[in-house]
Every structure is written in C-alpha cells, then in structure tokens.
C-alpha cells in the first residue's frame, strides 16, 4: 500500500507560483483530496479563492470525482473553487439534469462541459428551460451527436444568451444541423465557435456565414471539414467577418489552388492569428499566400506540416505583408537550418528544431 504525506500549505503556495495550466489545477485538486487539516475551511480555501481570481474558469473544471460526489449528496468545501462541470461521457437523464439545474449550476459556473454525452431532447429542454443556464458563459458539445431537433431546441431557449463559447469538434452536424444552428437569434453574446470535423459542406458553410450572430464571431475553427478553395472565399469576405481575431482553417484541403482565393481577400482589420496547417500548401502555396492582403495584421501564422521549403520561406518573408508577424509555426516542413536563420534575423519566433532539417525530405 502506498502512503501519502499530508500536503502542507507550503505546496498550495509553491503550485499557486505556476502559471495557470490544466495539469496544475489536477494537481491541487488531488491536494485537497488528501487535505485533513482543520484549517481547509477557515484558511486554504479563502488562500485559494483570492490566489485562482486570474485563472481563467474555463480551467477550473471539477474533477468526475467531485462530481460523483456532489451527486450523491456529499458536502465538499473545496467545491466552491469549482467555476466548471464537465458531464464527459455521461447520459444526460432527468435526475442528472435535475440536479444539475437546481443546486449544481449556481452564480459561480460558468462552463458546462457536454463532451461526448448522450441526451434526448425531453432532458434538454429541462436544461435549456431553467434560468440556471443565464450563468453559463462556455458549452463545450464536442463529440456529442447532435441532430436538427436538437439543436432547435437548444437555440430556441431565452437562458443562451449569455453564452460566448459554443464548442462542437468531433460532432457529426452535417448541413442541416448547421443550418438549423445559423438561425439562431438567441446567442447575442457568441464570440468564440468551434465547429472542427463537423461534416460541414459548402451549403452549411453559406447559410452559417449569414446567422445573426457571426458578425460577432471573434474566433472561428472550421478545421478538418472539406472546404476546399470555395470554403476559402466564402469564409475570408470581410464584410462577414468584421470582428474576427483568430481563425483556423487547417487541413481543409486547400492545397495551392485553393490558397489563391486569399489573392482576393481585403485585409481583416482585427485579424491576429491564421492557422492554415496540413493543406499541402507547398512552396508554390506559401508563395501565393504571400501576395495575400489576408497577413496585413497577422501576428501568428501556422504552417505546420504544408511540405514547405526554404524558397517558400524565403518569398514569405519578403512579403510586404508580413510587417506585424511575430510568430510562426512551421513545424514538419522539409525546411533547413538556413531557415532558422532566417527567422532569427527577422526576429520572428518559431519552433524549428534539429529534428526538422535532419529528417530526410520523403518523411514529409
């Protein structure tokens, strides 16, 4: 049997030093499982309540334990840290919303995670009907198969409207989810949509791009649907996008002829971060790309794994467009160590590594 030291406010003091990070609030939270001291009340947790004030909520996810717990009626001080609850795997069925909506979902959650779940649309409307909802700021649908009917009862709710982060990776939406999705009136606080692998077709992509609340958006993930080159230009008119901040569109299947829809593409004011990887750009893409008014205002540019040369990089960082870039990742490109040079010259940060020029060229 493995024993344990009790922690000492000594570690909560030492993580507390660390920056905000998923692993780091595993770790306290294992360290309050084992506090046994009477001090956890009067004194850990208000240290960790004034200490957590700059952690973003959307890391403060109670772990499944403490959710089990809560769920059997367990008293659990440490609970009032939480700022999150994550259903992961779970049926969503009428005692578990039940109980999520009158005593879990208080002022202080403000993300409700319902990844990979699975929920009729009886217990939705439980959810989306109770005032609790008003709170949640971030709903993380990722993996979750959602179908028309549920969606519509979802974005058919007054409670939604404060929420600024609809996450749905993974999930099989097809077109008409997504279409049932861009009627929505009710999300007046949406900035943030992630929508990566979600069967997404050119028909959903145009009807999502006129929802009432896309002139909103500040980021977008389309990542990993078939978009191709029309995809590209539906998604870069700017009369669209107005407010965007960061924008990802990685392996799309732009290839090079995709990439000239950016030719056409005015300049994204507020556009600060692109992510174009695995699109098999190549160095004729990337040359392309650099004529691009779309790179005005970046300031962080992936191109991993776009099979990339030194002449590409070369003509990219001649670009006239390319005065604000301060970063970018070019990781698994068949790129040498003049590159890296190159880079530094131009005082821009990258992540190539050794690894990267000495692999053979065909490992791309």
């Given amino acids: 049997m493995i024993h344990y030291d009790e922690p000492v406010f000594g570690d909560l003091r030492s993580l507390m030093q660390l920056p905000p990070s998923p692993p780091s609030w595993n770790t306290l939270c294992r360290l309050l499982d084992r506090w046994e001291d009477d001090n956890l009340t009067t004194q850990v947790i208000p240290y960790l309540d004034s200490s957590l004030r700059t952690w973003p909520d959307v890391l403060r996810i109670a772990p499944s334990r403490w959710l089990d717990l809560k769920l059997a009626g367990a008293q659990l001080e440490p609970w009032n840290l939480v700022r999150g609850i994550s259903c992961e795997g779970r049926v969503i069925d009428s005692m578990l919303c039940d109980v999520l909506t009158t005593s ?16 009729e649309n009886q217990e939705l409307q439980a959810l989306v009907a109770h005032p609790s909802l008003l709170n949640i700021k971030e709903i993380d649908w990722s993996q979750t198969p959602l179908n028309q009917d549920l969606i519509a ?69 389309v990542s990993d649907n ?20 960061h924008l990802f569109i990685d392996h799309c299947m732009l290839s090079t002829s995709g990439i000239e829809a950016l030719l056409e593409s005015p300049s994204h004011p507020t556009l600060s971060h692109l992510s174009l990887s695995h699109n098999n750009l190549k160095s004729e893409g990337i040359e392309i790309l650099a004529k691009s008014p779309l790179l ?34 070019l990781h698994w490109n068949p790129l040498t160590e003049s590159s890296a040079k190159l880079l530094k010259e131009h005082h821009i940060i990258h992540d190539l590594t050794e690894n990267d020029w000495k692999s053979p060229e065909w490992f791309y």
């Fill in 104 to 119: 879990l979902l208080n002022k202080n959650i403000s993300t409700l995670v319902l990844r990979n779940t699975h929920i």
């Fill in 153 to 221: 009862t979802f974005i058919e709710s007054s409670h939604i409207q404060n929420i600024e982060a609809l996450l749905f990776n993974d999930a099989p939406l097809g077109n008409d989810t997504i279409v049932e999705l861009a009627r929505a009136t009710t999300l007046k606080s949406l900035n943030h949509l992630e929508i990566r692998n979600t069967r997404i077709g050119l028909f959903g992509l145009e009807q999502l791009i006129h929802a009432p609340f896309f002139s909103h958006l500040k980021t977008l993930n």
């Fill in 226 to 245: 078939h978009l191709g080159r029309r995809g590209l230009e539906i998604l870069t008119k700017n009369v669209y996008m107005p407010a965007i901040t």
């Fill in 296 to 329: 005005d205002t970046v300031t962080h540019l992936n191109l991993s794994y776009n099979r990339i040369g030194d002449d590409g990089l070369v003509e990219l960082l001649n670009s006239p467009h390319l005065s604000n870039l301060t970063h970018i990742s």
